[in-house]
């Protein structure tokens, strides 16, 4: 268990919609990215959020957004859906306070399916 | 662009045989080089990494070889187990160069399957 938790593990919506993926950092941790796994992309970073401000931002479409709560979770909205968005999406998490070891860890996803 | 290429995609090795996995950067800024192994349903962990002031690393079975001047570096897993069967992926990122920023730049990851 990597301490990130993400909801939810399944999404089918359709095309058009609008969905929300939450994402729980672990404890302490301080910075939160967004990636993106296709079978043919392997897995593409989205954006970074550190102690609540945008940090980097990678291939990221405009219809999607993403935000860090005072709280450190994080969530991914991502809005008129296309069939080409079906994924799965981790959350990341790393940075404790105080120092940091270069490593990620990631949750266990959210499978969106866009029919 | 792609700036870390990974081969092979896929690797069928026989338990006990030794699986190697090769990757290769475009960026000289990348100062830190993990492998992620992934398992089916799982998010990807980290395994083992290194640092280009080093040319090999090994903990236990895994190995990276690293080859500065190449801007290459490799994965060995030695006595391949059943268990290893998983997907691995390379990484780089510029992670000392700044607090808080590790975004990693991924390979396309290798499928290894581990028969008896």
């Known amino acids: 268990d990597s301490g990130v938790t993400q909801t939810p593990k399944h999404l089918i919506t359709a095309t058009g919609q609008r969905v929300t993926l939450r994402c729980s950092p672990r404890s302490g941790d301080l910075s939160v990215y967004w990636y993106q796994q296709s079978l043919d992309q392997g897995l593409q970073f989205l954006i970074q959020y550190y102690n609540g401000e945008e940090r980097a931002k990678g291939n990221i479409l405009e219809r999607f957004s993403a935000q860090q709560f005072p709280d450190l979770h994080s969530e991914l909205n991502l809005s008129s859906l296309e069939l080409g968005d079906s994924a799965l999406y981790f959350c990341a998490s790393s940075v404790r306070q105080g120092g940091n070891t270069g490593e990620l860890f990631f949750g266990e996803g959210s499978r969106l399916t866009v029919l | 662009q792609q700036q870390v290429k990974q081969s092979p995609q896929s690797l069928i090795v026989q338990k006990g045989g030794i699986s190697i996995i090769n990757c290769a950067y475009e960026?000289?800024?990348?100062?830190?080089f993990p492998w992620y192994q992934q398992f089916p349903g799982k998010g990807p962990a980290l395994l083992i990494a290194?640092?280009?002031?080093?040319s090999e690393k090994k903990e236990g079975r895994f190995t990276i070889s690293f080859n500065k001047s190449a801007k290459q570096f490799s994965l060995h897993i030695m006595d391949s187990q059943p268990g290893d069967s998983a997907t691995y992926f390379c990484a780089a990122t510029t992670a000392y160069s700044g607090a808080g920023s590790y975004q990693l730049t991924f390979g396309k990851g290798t499928k290894l399957s581990v028969i008896p």
């Open positions: 290194i640092r280009p002031d080093v």
């Open positions: 960026n000289t800024a990348f100062d830190y």
